[in-house]
T-cell receptor, first 108, second 118 residues
Framework: DAKTTQPPSMDCAEGRAANLPCNHS???????VYWYRQIHSQGPQYIIHGLKNNETNEMASLIITEDRKSSTLILPHATLRDTAVYYCIVRTDYKLSFGAGTTVTVRA | DTEVTQTPKHLVMGMTNKKSLKCEQHMGHRAMYWYKQKAKKPPELMFV???????INESVPSRFSPECPNSSLLNLHLHALQPEDSALYLC?????????????????FGEGSWLTVV
């Protein structure tokens, strides 16, 4: 499975955009980048995924570099409820291989 | 609706007990998954079912026995567990996959069942 590298933690001010980076330099051409988050004691929540193009939905935007070796998840207006562990995953077939993720703390 | 429902939310069992975790989805998904998450660790895949047949077993000990009675239900039968098996057990589902052409189907997770083995 292609590995991902994320910073272990980051802080964000409430109401500001949160930009979460992820490196996946060994990604293959047909592998998708997925983002999930896990709020304490809950199941992982799907956020967004993409293959090559940038994607946007009601929760976030995903920016993938042209060489696909890195991506950024953007939460446009962070709220206290966005405090969670965010996982960037390069998906191979059936399997989501979770790494350690980034613990994001949104501060008032 | 992207809901995967798991019961019970909390379970305490002795090492000689037999218990089951249950999972249900009504999204028409034909792939269902069990993941295990130890405290302060990321989730790890245990089993994958495709069209009610076990497709993937990630070398899980036989004291964990999965079952898929129909396309909407997934069970995990537990027997003779050890205290180190205490964890959050997560069920998930997605539209079906075929190896090699699959990874665009989103996997949706339930809230999990917290298991404590005493």
């Amino acid at each position: 499975d292609a590995k991902t590298t994320q910073p272990p933690s980051m802080d964000c001010a409430e109401g500001r955009a949160a930009n979460l980076p992820c490196n996946h330099s060994t990604i293959s051409g047909n592998e998708y980048v997925y983002w999930y988050r896990q709020i304490h004691s809950q199941g992982p929540q799907y956020i967004i995924h993409g293959l090559k193009n940038n994607e946007t939905n009601e929760m976030a935007s995903l920016i993938i570099t042209e060489d696909r070796k890195s991506s950024t998840l953007i939460l446009p207006h962070a709220t206290l409820r966005d405090t969670a562990v965010y996982y960037c995953i390069v998906r191979t077939d059936y399997k989501l291989s979770f790494g350690a993720g980034t613990t994001v703390t949104v501060r008032a | 609706d992207t809901e995967v429902t798991q019961t019970p939310k909390h379970l305490v069992m002795g090492m000689t007990n037999k218990k089951s975790l249950k999972c249900e989805q009504h999204m028409g998904h034909r792939a269902m998954y069990w993941y295990k998450q130890k405290a302060k660790k990321p989730p790890e895949l245990m089993f994958v079912y495709s069209y009610e047949k076990l497709s993937i077993n990630e070398s899980v000990p036989s004291r964990f026995s999965p079952e898929c009675p129909n396309s909407s239900l997934l069970n995990l039968h537990l027997h003779a567990l050890q205290p180190e098996d205490s964890a959050l057990y997560l069920c998930a589902s997605s539209h079906d996959y075929s190896l090699g052409r699959f990874s665009g189907n989103t996997i949706y997770f339930g809230e999990g069942s917290w298991l404590t083995v005493v």
